[in-house]
């Protein structure tokens, strides 16, 4: 029985594409589609690409792509860990290496960036409401004598008082 590769080369050829032509039509590098082609999957950052890579080459030559990702699965099996999962990343400084890291973190870094963003907005809305409420608006009102501006005026007097109404 043939490979993955081997199919997917023999598709392609059976139409009459070339390389070029694949790699426009999935949108994949021309390295990748003959790494496809070679069963060479170190190209691929991960085995999740390398099935949605094939699925969408045997899309374009034609072919039903399940039998391929079944095959591509006993393939894998036979291969040790550190050939299906390398990257073909390579830091080139220190930043850059730092970056790579936390981009592969996301999922750990992003949700508790969100839970931070959510705690802090609620304790900071929690301190403007306490505020606002706990603020005495009568603090700085005075004795409720009037003082006028001239000095006939500024004889201090109490106002009067409302006239109470009895019902």
Do not use: C
Not at 4 to 19: D, F, I
Not at 51 to 59: L, P, V
Not at 111 to 122: H, K, R, T
Request: proline letters at 7%.
């Amino acid at each position: 029985m043939s490979s993955v590769g081997e199919q997917l080369r023999a598709a392609r050829e059976a139409r009459e594409l070339t390389v070029e032509q694949v790699a426009q039509a999935t949108k994949l590098k021309l390295t990748q589609i003959e790494a496809l082609e070679t069963g060479d999957y170190s190209a691929f950052p991960a085995p999740v690409y390398v099935r949605g890579s094939i699925r969408n080459y045997a899309d374009v030559v034609k072919i039903d792509p399940a039998p391929l990702i079944e095959q591509l699965k006993a393939e894998m099996a036979g291969k040790p860990a550190e050939v299906v999962h390398e990257s073909p990343y390579v830091a080139k400084g220190d930043i850059d290496g730092l970056t790579w890291r936390l981009a592969s973190a996301w999922r750990i870094v992003l949700p508790l960036a969100v839970i931070l963003i959510v705690l802090l907005g609620g304790f900071w809305t929690y301190r403007i409401w306490y505020n606002y409420h706990k603020k005495d608006y009568l603090v700085n009102l005075g004795t409720g004598q009037y003082q006028g501006t001239t000095q006939a005026e500024k004889i201090r007097e109490t106002l009067p008082l409302p006239p109470v109404v009895k019902p």
